[in-house]
Each structure stands twice: as C-alpha cells, then as structure tokens.
C-alpha cells in the first residue's frame, strides 16, 4: 500500500481507467487540432489559390519614415535630390536611364540625314499639342527633371536634376509650375514634400498622365482625374479593389512596366490582363475561347472617358478667331452641321458625332483662340483595330502619304497576324499644319516669346518652330488632317459591366466586322482560326 | 423559255445558303420581285392592291404554304359542333383563334344560326386580325369557296353578316368592296413591315389593300388622303420589278414574330412595356425576348441593380426564334421524331432538296407543349427542346444531388425561369365594366398601378404545376395562371355579350343608377376602380338585375383559371435556382401559394380550363377576400424530400433510432455484466 495525503490510492483498475482517459483527451486534442488545422490549410488555400490574382499583386512593405532625415529649408528641387541621393546614391542614375526621363527610347533612321535617332515624347509629332520642340518650359513641366528649358538640356543636365519628389512626394502639397521646365512653383513647402516622401500613389502618376494633352482626359480617353478616387463603375480595379497604379505597372530600378505605343515588340515591358488573371479567366469556354482574338480590353472597356470628357477632334485650323468663345464653338459648330463646305476633310465619323452635338449630352464642343476648335465626348464607345502592341510612327520630316487622313501612329497587326487581337481604341483625330510643299507635318512654336500663342502669327510660330525641331519649312502651309490611336487599357469594368454576345455579334453590333477583314459575323462565319473566311487584301486593318 | 418557278427558287435559296450568314438572315441573292395584282397583272399598271399570294406564288408554291401554316389557319380547319368536345366550353368552336373564346379578347365568333349575333366573320377579322398572318378564315368561307364572293342572302349569316356598331344588330358586309385577307407573306418576311399601317387596314375594314399597307415603309406605296394606297413609280426599277434591297426581304426576325406574340426587344433602347395585347405574350406571362440586361431597362424594378441577367439569354446568345421554332421540313433542321422514326435509325440522311423546300416550305413551325394546349396541337412536341441543345448532365452532375431524376421530373425552365421580372395579368374581370367599357384588370409582379412610373415592379415567382406529356411522361414547369370572371347566361349559355354588358352597366355615358347605388362603397356617388367587385351578394345581386332587365336569361359568374406555361425569359445558369433549400424545405418553393384573384365575385368559383395539358393538384382558398391555389405534390403523387411526411418512412425511423439506442445499451449493460463477473470471480 502506498500513496500520498490527499490523493486516493490508485487501484491497477483506476490506472488503466485514468491511462484510458488520458489517451482519449490527447486522441481528442489531436483530433480537434488536426481538424483545425485542415480547416486553416483549406481556408487559406481558398483565399489565395494559384488562380487568385491577388498573388500577383504586389506585398507592400511599410514605408521608411523619413521626417527626422531631413532638416532646415531647401533652395530648390535640386536640392531636395541632393539630399535624397546621400541616401539613394544610384536611384538618379536608374532614373535617368528611363523614358521618364530621356522622353526618348527606340531606335529609328531619321528620315531626313538617314542617321539612327531615338525617338520618343522628345522628338515626335501627335496631333494635340504637336510636338514639345520650342515649346519645352511649357511641355516639360511634366519631365521627371529640373530645367529643360531648351534642346541642349540632356548635354548639361546631371543626377541632381533628377526629380525625386514629383513621384515620391505624399505630403500633397508639391507641384511643378506650368510654365517653369519642371521646376516647383512657388509657395511648395519643400522640406515638408521632402519629409513626406513615401511610394507612389495615384497622385504621383495622375498629375502628369490624367492630364496629358493639356488638361484633364484630354489625351487618352481611359486616363482622367476620375482615376483619382473612381468608383467600381468607373474603374473596378481602382474603385472596388483599391489598387494603385504601381500595383500594375511594377517598378525596378525606377523602370517602370507599361509602354502604351511601343514601336516594335517589346515583351516583358507591358502589362497584361493576363499577368494576374492567366490565359483562361473566365468560367466557359466560350469566352476564353475569346481570348485568343479579343484582347480583354475589348469586352471589359465597354466605353472610354466614362465621366469626363475627352477630346474627339482639335481643329488648329480654327485657332485665332477673336470674340467671345462659347460664341465661336457654338457658330463654327452649326457651321459643320449645317454647311457641307465647312465639313470637307472632316472624317465621317468626326461629321456623326457633330451633327449630334446639342442632341446628346455625351457630346459638345469648345473654341480656344489658342488653340483651335475641339469636340469633347464622354462615354463614348471605342474604335476596334487590330493590334499587336506595336505602332508605327511618323517622324518628324517624313512627307506624308497621299490620302485624306494621315495616320501618326497605325497600330500594327491585322488578322493574319497571330500576335494581334482586336483592341479597343480611341482615335483622336484633328487638323494640324503641314507643308504644302514637302508634304510634312510642321511643329508650331506656341509657347513663349514670338510663339502662336502670344503673336497668333502661323507663319512665324511654324518657321521658328521648324528651327527649334530640326525639320524644314518651305514658307507655304496648309492644314492635313490626322488620326492618332490611343489603345484603352483603363477604366475597366467588372464582368457586370462588361460586353456580352449581342454588343457586337449580330445585327446592330458594334464591331465592323467586315471593315476587321471578316466576310461577315464570325459568330455565324467562324472565327479567323478558318482563314478562307478572311478576305484577301483587307485584313490588316 | 421561261425558267420553271422550282428552279429559280431552287437556285436563289441554294445561293442564299451558301453566302447569307444567319445572323444577317437575309436573302442577299432574292431576284428582284414584280408586285402584281389578285388577276396577276402589274400594280403599277392596274394600282389595285398587291396580292402576296400571286405575287410571291410566281416561284413559291404559295397555295401549299398557305394550307401548311398554323398561323393561317389559326383553328379554321379544326372546326367542331359547339359542345361536341368534352372539357371544352360549349360555346367554343375550334381550338384556335378562330372560335376559341379567350377571356382578353372577351369577343366570341358567331355559330351559324345562332340568334345572340357577336362577331361575323368580318367583325372576327377586324378584331382579331391583328395578330392574324392573313389567309385561312380571314380569305375563305366555310366551304371552301373565297370569301370575298360571298353575298348576304336573307338569313343573318356570320360569313356574310358583320355587327353594327350603332345598332348592334347585325348587318349585310360588302365583301367585294373590302375584298378579304390574304395570307400577308411580306408581314414575316419583310426587314421593316408597316404592321401598324396593316393593322389600320384590317380594323377599317379594307381587308384587301392589308398586305399592300404592309409596304408602307419600303417608299413603294404611300397612303392617299381618301385612305386609299398609291404606287410610287420612282422606286420601282425600269422594268416594273422591285429590287430585294427596296423591298427588304429577309428571313423571318425575332423583331417580326413579336409583332404578334410579344416583346422582341432589339438594341439599346431601355425596354419599355406597354401593357398592352398588342404585347400578347408579354402582357399574359411578363416574357420579354431581349438581350438587354434588365437592370437596363427603363421599368421601375424592385432590387434593379443586382438584376445583370438578360431578360433572355437566348436572346443574349443570338438565338432567333426561328433557331428552335423551324418549318417543319427546313432540311437544315429537319429531324424525325424519335416516336415515328424506326429504331435502327438514328438519322435519316434523306430530306427534301433545297430547291424543293424553297418551293414549297411548310410554314408549320416546330412548337413544344405549351400549357395552353390549344393551339397547334398537332404540332406539339416537334420542337427541339432545352436539353436537345444542352447537354444538361454534364453540366449539372458536377453539384445537383440525383441529376437524372431533377431533369426527368422537372423541365429545365423550373429552374432557369426562377422569376419573372414583368408583371403580367391576374386576372380579368368581365363581371364588371370599368369607365372605358373593359374589364377590370389586375396583374401580378406589381406594387401599384400598373403604367404608373413610379409603381414599384418587384416581379413574381411563377407557379410550378405538373404538365402531361404527349410522351406520357410527367414534368414540373414554371406557369403564370391568370384567372377570369365573366358573366354566362342565355340558351344556350354564352358569355353574356359586351353590347349586354353595356346596356347593363351604363345610361349613355355613366353607371346605371343602380349599379352605382349597389357598389359606391364610399358613398360619392362615383365608382372608382376599387369599388368595381362583385364580392358581395347584394352587389352581384344587383349587376344580375340589370342584366334580366336588359334580356340576358339566367345570368350566373363563372370563373376559369388559363395556365401560361413560361418557355422564354431564360435566365442563364448564375441567376438560376442553385439553392437545394428552395425546393427542399419546410417552405418549398413548390408548394408556395400563388394569388389567382384579388378578389372573388360573390358565390363564384373558378376552374381549371378543360383544354389544357396541365393539372393543379392541390387546394384553392381564399384569404382576406383574395383566391389562392396552393400546390400539393402529393396529391399528384409526388414526394418531395425535405418538405414532405410519409408516414410509415417516419416509424421505420423512428424505430430504427430507438432499436439502435436499445441496441447499445444492451450491449452496454451486457459487458458490464460479464465484467463484473469476471472481477468477482478473479476475486
């Protein structure tokens, strides 16, 4: 007999009910945890599947607290870069390997001297603003830079006037002055930006791309101040799902994916749909067999510039007129519904949306005597091309092709193409200055002394702004009229929202089928994978 | 030589096979057409009005289609002796438009000899020919002969005697001054028919210049200010002939099968509604064929936003009617019925040649079973159905707990129709006469006034009732049952006539004086729309005195409940019921009452309409003065796992619990036994 005080005895039957109980806890605590953790394993198997796209979205970590680097007042912004790269001592050298700083990046011959150039932002020509030559303090108030004021720039220009703050700045305060060759206005509390700086947000992006073209949506129809803060409707990435445009657009090195009008193939630098959703998202088969030919863009960008407007068509011609401008728009626009003669040159589709204008909401007009008459448009539904994620482009002193439109930029592919599917664009199109004689298009010097804009003298504002491009000037101009395509990529809309079958298969859809090199509605004719159903010659579209 | 009329047609339809798309479904190599007159000269020589059945007959063999088209004939060869057919009203005649009594239109075609006159054969024209493709009752008399040879004899004849309005008495119709209907080939075939200038011919009473109206939007007639129709010879070709493009001819569109059956919704207009049985189908059951999401349209509708299904998907995925209602001998979509073809042979390779169906295309569609049961009946069950297409296993195996007996016991629209986002009607009360001389009117899916923008429209969930089969099989669908109240009397007993029915309800342009006293509830000395119901002995007692007064022998409220079986409004697979729970619960889906009538007209009861395929096993009731019908499975034989008791499967249960507890506890105390047994032994 054995034991202690206040515990019972244990009989060899208490021991074996006791051994019992306690291998039925441990089998039942095993269990439970077992069944646990099942749950946790399936639990967080369903939330981030390998279809999920939120693994491809971007962990972020939380940012360096950078208040108490920096101290007493800053001169200007290269001084704030000063201080940055006593820390960042390389990010100014990535930087200045970019296009965001360089504004140039491929390859080409100019057609002029027949030497390799680079063109980008630089040198080229569209049909909004024209072109950046002479006007540079103006245009270059978007630069990543401090102080392009002229085309010698690049020859002195050194890390220090790189601009750190104009994407890192989150104190929200910071600007550049319009008219200041990137430089910060004035009154920008420097050390407080400098204090603040942090990643990119949608501000850091949007102050210079939802503004492109001048103002507010004006250039790419999918691009606008809306995107600051948009709702589902407008955008579903950025409205419901609260992404920024880093979360896509990835960022090493400062090289920033994403290239909209590359000139030639350019993988691993663009963004895909697929990146996250993979090559089959859709739950049938129908719609992914879509995928091969659509590009996503095209059902889930239903319509562009979806709360404010963008412009349809800039008319240089018109500029200069005096007198009250809502006057003006409204005249000059009853002019082109009323009189045939005032609607020569004008594309068919431009002529459509101004017959229309005062009888839908979407659709107006604008006259700036600086700049010419405009046709604004707001939900409007996309061009449908071809695309294979290149464009050509027109260089500065090419003679332009003979035809009614000149095309800046024709997207390359057509349905024999196997890297092209059929895209979503908005076509901005306008009437800019070209020389009669050499049949290019001119560069209007508009900003500053001497320019359009202050002397409202074409023939001056073109022959100085021949000089400051480069490109010749015969004396003798007249107006050409230009397309430009702008591939949509924002403002996308959940399935919800997005194009079903009868938005563009049968009758009164909106795709040109035949126009897209199709005999007919593939729903019915089949798609390009039967290629006798594509008519020769008028497929490349 | 002139090329016989089978190989022009022969070769035009084989080219149009070759190049036309079906989406486009036109006829892009359809030679140009000479419009010509019943004698077969030219119209724009003779300006009298264009015959299809001439002018089409040059190449298609017009005589055959019109004697294989249901749409033509709507009943008329179906005729029978009133009373002659059992479950059917004695007052019917055929089981189609022309002489089925139909409680939308009220109006009742005349039996030879009969002394109550309603509707002639002209007044049926008139009335009905709206929705009618001309032809058949509308062109021959009842022996065969053209109707507009028929002259008014002594005896009040429906074929040659027509109502007057003025008078109500029935009076000699001048058939050689309005000529008759023929069958209208350019109502179907043309891009953009003149319906509306169609229908205003025919309800003038100028049946012969209809098909000619029908041009009215191709620039090749225009109607005169004597209401007469004019060629216009700048739009003909030199030769006389009129191009395909003028002309607009296409295969049939979904667009010109709603003219006549409901909604075909096209573009990107908001869908609207009228209401109207203009929107036949739409108005009856709240089906709209469009792809247009209905959260888009333009109707005030309950939860609108969460609503991104398609009124249609079929519609949605580009399916046109005529994809699923084909000509029974198109060789492209000709099939034997499983039932006549011989059971070695899975497909008959033989079909009619192109050319020969092109001259001579039976314009009987394949139809599947609808719960009217009337119409077309020979033609039930010819159409493919949903899971002709779907391969509906495949699809459903993946979730759906015991899919082979879902799909064998109910139809996929049970499912796939889980709601109806229109209203449609209630019920249609003739008992009473509201101020524009119709019946009261009521519809379902709706929280207000019907046609009022800021009713709320929250839609309903349709009945799902049993439907008998051709095949002998049972299967569970989605109806709308709309209930209608009329007053019978006479001898033989008829619904009572609307002239009566004025007679009874107004003096000149008000309520009778005792019609008013018996149902001004509020004593205003007005009648609004909610006090027009007979839901009390003395108000029923008094419209009954009036009726006597104005000569209706014995009049009685009878009721009937008209099931509307719902085949479109399909909604796609995310938006259908998904939810086991629905059906298999305490509250199932399946046995949730459904209102039939706001309210009863005192002392009457409404039956099922005899005609139909489709029973209501169960119970009516009435509650809070308004009519039920609560569906019971079981009654049917059906039992339903989750919702209903058996018996004798709860005592097997039952024992089968308490045996298993007795069970263990025997075994229970049979081992503490032996164990206590062997300790004391061990002791």
């Given at each position: 007999?054995?034991?202690?005080?206040?515990?019972?005895?244990?009989?060899?039957?208490?021991?074996?009910?006791?051994?019992?109980?306690?291998?039925?806890?441990?089998?039942?605590?095993?269990?439970?945890?077992?069944?646990?953790?099942?749950?946790?394993?399936?639990?967080?198997?369903?939330?981030?599947?390998?279809?999920?796209?939120?693994?491809?979205?971007?962990?972020?970590?939380?940012?360096?607290?950078?208040?108490?680097?920096?101290?007493?007042?800053?001169?200007?912004?290269?001084?704030?870069?000063?201080?940055?790269?006593?820390?960042?001592?390389?990010?100014?050298?990535?930087?200045?390997?970019?296009?965001?700083?360089?504004?140039?990046?491929?390859?080409?011959?100019?057609?002029?001297?027949?030497?390799?150039?680079?063109?980008?932002?630089?040198?080229?020509?569209?049909?909004?603003?024209?072109?950046?030559?002479?006007?540079?303090?103006?245009?270059?108030?978007?630069?990543?830079?401090?102080?392009?004021?002229?085309?010698?720039?690049?020859?002195?220009?050194?890390?220090?006037?790189?601009?750190?703050?104009?994407?890192?700045?989150?104190?929200?305060?910071?600007?550049?002055?319009?008219?200041?060759?990137?430089?910060?206005?004035?009154?920008?509390?420097?050390?407080?930006?400098?204090?603040?700086?942090?990643?990119?947000?949608?501000?850091?992006?949007?102050?210079?791309?939802?503004?492109?073209?001048?103002?507010?949506?004006?250039?790419?129809?999918?691009?606008?101040?809306?995107?600051?803060?948009?709702?589902?409707?407008?955008?579903?990435?950025?409205?419901?799902?609260?992404?920024?445009?880093?979360?896509?657009?990835?960022?090493?090195?400062?090289?920033?994916?994403?290239?909209?009008?590359?000139?030639?193939?350019?993988?691993?630098?663009?963004?895909?749909?697929?990146?996250?959703?993979?090559?089959?998202?859709?739950?049938?088969?129908?719609?992914?067999?879509?995928?091969?030919?659509?590009?996503?863009?095209?059902?889930?960008?239903?319509?562009?510039?979806?709360?404010?407007?963008?412009?349809?068509?800039?008319?240089?011609?018109?500029?200069?007129?005096?007198?009250?401008?809502?006057?003006?728009?409204?005249?000059?626009?009853?002019?082109?519904?009323q009189d045939p003669s005032a609607r020569e040159g004008m594309p068919a589709g431009v002529v459509a949306m101004f017959e229309r204008v005062g009888s839908d909401p979407d659709l107006w007009t604008h006259y700036s005597k600086k700049k010419g008459l405009f046709l604004i448009a707001r939900r409007q539904v996309p061009e449908y091309r071809w695309y294979a994620c290149t464009t050509q482009r027109y260089l500065p002193g090419e003679a332009l092709a003979d035809g009614e439109v000149a095309v800046i930029n024709r997207p390359n592919g057509g349905a024999r193409d196997p890297n092209a599917k059929i895209w979503p664009f908005k076509i901005h199109r306008g009437r800019q200055p070209y020389d009669l004689r050499d049949g290019h298009l001119l560069t209007p010097h508009v900003f500053g002394a001497g320019g359009y804009w202050t002397a409202f003298d074409w023939d001056l504002a073109l022959r100085t702004g021949a000089e400051a491009a480069g490109i010749g000037f015969s004396g003798e101009f007249g107006w050409r009229t230009t397309e430009?395509?702008?591939?949509?990529?924002?403002?996308?809309?959940?399935?919800?929202?997005?194009?079903?079958?009868?938005?563009?298969?049968?009758?009164?859809?909106?795709?040109?089928?035949?126009?897209?090199?199709?005999?007919?509605?593939?729903?019915?004719?089949?798609?390009?994978?039967?290629?006798?159903?594509?008519?020769?010659?008028?497929?490349?579209? | 030589?002139?090329?016989?009329?089978?190989?022009?047609?022969g070769l035009a339809l084989a080219l149009a096979f070759a190049f036309a798309s079906p989406a486009s479904a036109g006829s892009p190599l359809h030679p140009p057409v000479v419009l010509l007159d019943e004698e077969g000269a030219e119209v724009l020589e003779t300006g009298k009005p264009v015959s299809p059945m001439v002018t089409c007959g040059e190449c298609h063999d017009t005589d055959y289609i019109a004697e294989h088209s249901y749409h033509v004939a709507v009943g008329f060869d179906e005729r029978f002796e009133p009373g002659s057919v059992a479950g059917v009203p004695p007052w019917n005649t055929s089981p189609g438009t022309f002489g089925r009594w139909d409680a939308r239109r009220y109006r009742r075609l005349t039996?030879?000899?009969?002394?109550?006159?309603?509707?002639?054969?002209?007044?049926?024209?008139?009335?009905?020919?709206?929705?009618?493709?001309?032809?058949?009752?509308?062109?021959?008399?009842?022996?065969?002969?053209?109707?507009?040879?028929?002259?008014?004899?002594?005896?009040?004849?429906?074929?040659?005697?027509?109502?007057?309005?003025?008078?109500?008495?029935?009076?000699?119709?001048?058939?050689?001054?309005?000529?008759?209907?023929?069958?209208?080939?350019?109502?179907?075939?043309?891009?953009?028919?003149?319906?509306?200038?169609?229908?205003?011919?025919?309800?003038?009473?100028?049946?012969?210049?209809?098909?000619?109206?029908?041009?009215?939007?191709?620039?090749?007639?225009?109607?005169?200010?004597?209401?007469?129709?004019?060629?216009?010879?700048?739009?003909?070709?030199?030769?006389?002939?009129?191009?395909?493009?003028?002309?607009?001819?296409?295969?049939?569109?979904?667009?010109?099968?709603?003219?006549?059956?409901?909604?075909?919704?096209?573009?990107?207009?908001?869908?609207?509604?009228?209401?109207?049985?203009?929107?036949?189908?739409?108005?009856?059951?709240?089906?709209?064929?469009?792809?247009?999401?209905?959260?888009?349209?333009?109707?005030?509708?309950?939860?609108?936003?969460?609503?991104?299904?398609?009124?249609?998907?079929?519609?949605?995925?580009?399916?046109?009617?005529?994809?699923?209602?084909?000509?029974?001998?198109?060789?492209?979509?000709?099939?034997?019925?499983?039932?006549?073809?011989?059971?070695?042979?899975?497909?008959?390779?033989?079909?009619?040649?192109?050319?020969?169906?092109?001259?001579?295309?039976?314009?009987?569609?394949?139809?599947?079973?609808?719960?009217?049961?009337?119409?077309?009946?020979?033609?039930?069950?010819?159409?493919?159905?949903?899971?002709?297409?779907?391969?509906?296993?495949?699809?459903?195996?993946?979730?759906?707990?015991?899919?082979?007996?879902?799909?064998?016991?109910?139809?996929?629209?049970?499912?796939?129709?889980?709601?109806?986002?229109?209203?449609?009607?209630?019920?249609?009360?003739?008992?009473?006469?509201?101020?524009?001389?119709?019946?009261?009117?009521?519809?379902?899916?709706?929280?207000?006034?019907?046609?009022?923008?800021?009713?709320?429209?929250?839609?309903?969930?349709?009945?799902?009732?049993?439907?008998?089969?051709?095949?002998?099989?049972?299967?569970?669908?989605?109806?709308?049952?709309?209930?209608?109240?009329?007053?019978?009397?006479?001898?033989?007993?008829?619904?009572?006539?609307?002239?009566?029915?004025?007679?009874?309800?107004?003096?000149?342009?008000?309520?009778?004086?005792?019609?008013?006293?018996?149902?001004?509830?509020?004593?205003?000395?007005?009648?609004?729309?909610?006090?027009?119901?007979?839901?009390?002995?003395?108000?029923?007692?008094?419209?009954?005195?009036?009726?006597?007064?104005?000569?209706?022998?014995?009049?009685?409220?009878?009721?009937?409940?008209?099931?509307?079986?719902?085949?479109?409004?399909?909604?796609?697979?995310?938006?259908?019921?998904?939810?086991?729970?629905?059906?298999?619960?305490?509250?199932?889906?399946?046995?949730?009452?459904?209102?039939?009538?706001?309210?009863?007209?005192?002392?009457?009861?409404?039956?099922?309409?005899?005609?139909?395929?489709?029973?209501?096993?169960?119970?009516?009731?009435?509650?809070?003065?308004?009519?039920?019908?609560?569906?019971?499975?079981?009654?049917?034989?059906?039992?339903?796992?989750?919702?209903?008791?058996?018996?004798?499967?709860?005592?097997?249960?039952?024992?089968?619990?308490?045996?298993?507890?007795?069970?263990?506890?025997?075994?229970?105390?049979?081992?503490?036994?032996?164990?206590?047994?062997?300790?004391?032994?061990?002791?």
């Amino acid at each position: 007999m054995g034991g202690t005080v206040g515990s019972p005895p244990l009989s060899c039957g208490n021991a074996v009910m006791t051994v019992r109980t306690i291998t039925v806890l441990i089998s039942l605590v095993a269990f439970v945890g077992i069944l646990f953790g099942l749950v946790v394993v399936a639990g967080s198997t369903t939330d981030r599947s390998p279809n999920d796209p939120w693994t491809h979205v971007p962990v972020k970590l939380a940012p360096v607290e950078h208040t108490q680097f920096f101290e007493g007042t800053f001169e200007d912004g290269p001084s704030v870069t000063r201080a940055c790269l006593g820390c960042h001592e390389h990010a100014a050298e990535h930087v200045m390997r970019t296009s965001h700083w360089s504004w140039a990046g491929e390859d080409a011959v100019d057609p002029l001297s027949g030497e390799p150039i680079r063109i980008g932002k630089k040198n080229l020509q569209n049909n909004f603003c024209i072109s950046i030559a002479g006007n540079w303090p103006r245009c270059t108030s978007c630069h990543v830079g401090y102080g392009w004021r002229d085309g010698t720039f690049f020859e002195t220009a050194g890390p220090e006037q790189v601009d750190c703050l104009v994407c890192h700045d989150r104190s929200g305060q910071y600007q550049k002055a319009a008219t200041g060759a990137g430089h910060p206005a004035k009154g920008v509390d420097l050390l407080a930006a400098a204090r603040s700086v942090g990643r990119t947000t949608r501000a850091s992006c949007g102050t210079c791309h939802f503004k492109g073209g001048g103002g507010d949506g004006v250039k790419h129809g999918d691009l606008d101040e809306t995107m600051y803060f948009p709702p589902e409707r407008v955008d579903v990435h950025m409205g419901k799902h609260d992404l920024v445009c880093a979360d896509c657009h990835k960022t090493e090195d400062h090289r920033i994916l994403g290239r909209l009008l590359p000139p030639d193939r350019a993988e691993g630098t663009r963004v895909n749909c697929t990146d996250c959703h993979g090559e089959a998202p859709h739950d049938q088969d129908r719609l992914n067999s879509h995928v091969k030919t659509l590009a996503c863009q095209t059902c889930h960008i239903p319509t562009f510039a979806v709360e404010t407007g963008t412009k349809m068509w800039w008319d240089w011609s018109k500029a200069g007129l005096e007198g009250d401008e809502q006057g003006i728009a409204e005249r000059l626009t009853h002019e082109i519904q009323q009189d045939p003669s005032a609607r020569e040159g004008m594309p068919a589709g431009v002529v459509a949306m101004f017959e229309r204008v005062g009888s839908d909401p979407d659709l107006w007009t604008h006259y700036s005597k600086k700049k010419g008459l405009f046709l604004i448009a707001r939900r409007q539904v996309p061009e449908y091309r071809w695309y294979a994620c290149t464009t050509q482009r027109y260089l500065p002193g090419e003679a332009l092709a003979d035809g009614e439109v000149a095309v800046i930029n024709r997207p390359n592919g057509g349905a024999r193409d196997p890297n092209a599917k059929i895209w979503p664009f908005k076509i901005h199109r306008g009437r800019q200055p070209y020389d009669l004689r050499d049949g290019h298009l001119l560069t209007p010097h508009v900003f500053g002394a001497g320019g359009y804009w202050t002397a409202f003298d074409w023939d001056l504002a073109l022959r100085t702004g021949a000089e400051a491009a480069g490109i010749g000037f015969s004396g003798e101009f007249g107006w050409r009229t230009t397309e430009m395509y702008w591939p949509q990529n924002h403002m996308v809309q959940d399935k919800e929202y997005s194009l079903g079958c009868t938005d563009c298969h049968g009758r009164g859809g909106r795709m040109d089928w035949k126009g897209l090199g199709f005999t007919g509605d593939p729903a019915f004719q089949g798609d390009r994978r039967q290629m006798d159903l594509l008519r020769d010659g008028e497929s490349d579209r | 030589m002139r090329p016989s009329p089978s190989l022009v047609a022969g070769l035009a339809l084989a080219l149009a096979f070759a190049f036309a798309s079906p989406a486009s479904a036109g006829s892009p190599l359809h030679p140009p057409v000479v419009l010509l007159d019943e004698e077969g000269a030219e119209v724009l020589e003779t300006g009298k009005p264009v015959s299809p059945m001439v002018t089409c007959g040059e190449c298609h063999d017009t005589d055959y289609i019109a004697e294989h088209s249901y749409h033509v004939a709507v009943g008329f060869d179906e005729r029978f002796e009133p009373g002659s057919v059992a479950g059917v009203p004695p007052w019917n005649t055929s089981p189609g438009t022309f002489g089925r009594w139909d409680a939308r239109r009220y109006r009742r075609l005349t039996v030879p000899g009969e002394a109550a006159f309603d509707l002639g054969v002209a007044d049926w024209i008139r009335l009905f020919g709206d929705r009618h493709a001309g032809g058949g009752p509308a062109f021959l008399a009842r022996d065969g002969g053209p109707l507009a040879d028929r002259r008014a004899g002594e005896a009040i004849d429906p074929e040659t005697h027509a109502l007057d309005p003025e008078t109500g008495e029935p009076v000699p119709w001048d058939w050689q001054a309005s000529g008759a209907v023929e069958m209208n080939c350019f109502l179907c075939h043309l891009g953009r028919p003149d319906n509306a200038a169609r229908i205003d011919e025919i309800r003038a009473g100028a049946f012969a210049w209809a098909a000619t109206a029908t041009l009215g939007k191709t620039g090749l007639v225009t109607r005169q200010g004597d209401g007469t129709w004019a060629y216009e010879r700048s739009a003909f070709a030199e030769d006389g002939s009129v191009t395909r493009e003028r002309l607009g001819i296409v295969d049939p569109r979904s667009r010109n099968c709603g003219q006549c059956h409901g909604l075909v919704h096209e573009g990107a207009e908001p869908v609207t509604l009228t209401y109207g049985l203009n929107q036949w189908e739409t108005a009856s059951k709240g089906q709209v064929f469009s792809a247009q999401l209905v959260r888009d349209s333009a109707l005030n509708l309950a939860n609108k936003e969460g609503l991104s299904l398609p009124w249609d998907v079929h519609a949605a995925r580009l399916v046109v009617c005529t994809d699923c209602h084909t000509s029974l001998n198109n060789p492209v979509f000709f099939s034997e019925a499983e039932r006549s073809r011989p059971s070695h042979l899975s497909y008959d390779a033989r079909r009619p040649s192109i050319g020969d169906y092109l001259t001579k295309p039976s314009h009987n569609f394949t139809k599947g079973e609808s719960a009217q049961g009337t119409t077309a009946r020979r033609l039930d069950g010819t159409m493919r159905r949903c899971e002709d297409c779907h391969d509906a296993l495949q699809v459903h195996e993946e979730w759906l707990p015991n899919p082979r007996r879902h799909l064998r016991t109910m139809l996929c629209e049970t499912c796939h129709v889980p709601r109806v986002h229109a209203p449609a009607r209630q019920q249609t009360d003739w008992t009473v006469l509201t101020t524009m001389r119709g019946p009261r009117i009521e519809y379902r899916g709706t929280d207000g006034p019907i046609g009022d923008p800021a009713t709320l429209l929250p839609g309903f969930e349709p009945v799902i009732l049993p439907r008998h089969q051709k095949n002998g099989r049972i299967r569970h669908g989605p109806h709308n049952l709309c209930t209608c109240w009329s007053w019978v009397g006479g001898e033989p007993e008829r619904p009572v006539r609307t002239r009566e029915l004025e007679a009874a309800w107004f003096v000149g342009d008000a309520y009778h004086p005792d019609v008013v006293a018996a149902l001004d509830e509020d004593g205003d000395g007005r009648l609004a729309r909610e006090e027009l119901r007979l839901d009390t002995e003395a108000k029923a007692a008094a419209v009954k005195a009036r009726l006597e007064a104005v000569g209706v022998k014995a009049p009685r409220i009878a009721g009937w409940i008209q099931p509307l079986s719902l085949h479109h409004g399909v909604a796609p697979g995310a938006f259908a019921t998904r939810r086991c729970e629905t059906c298999h619960a305490r509250e199932s889906r399946l046995t949730r009452p459904f209102e039939l009538s706001s309210y009863v007209p005192a002392g009457a009861t409404a039956k099922l309409v005899g005609d139909s395929n489709i029973r209501m096993p169960g119970r009516t009731f009435t509650s809070e003065g308004r009519l039920f019908y609560e569906p019971v499975p079981t009654a049917s034989g059906r039992y339903v796992i989750g919702h209903d008791r058996a018996g004798w499967i709860d005592l097997v249960g039952a024992f089968l619990v308490i045996g298993t507890l007795l069970g263990v506890l025997a075994h229970a105390l049979l081992r503490r036994h032996h164990t206590r047994r062997r300790e004391g032994a061990q002791a």
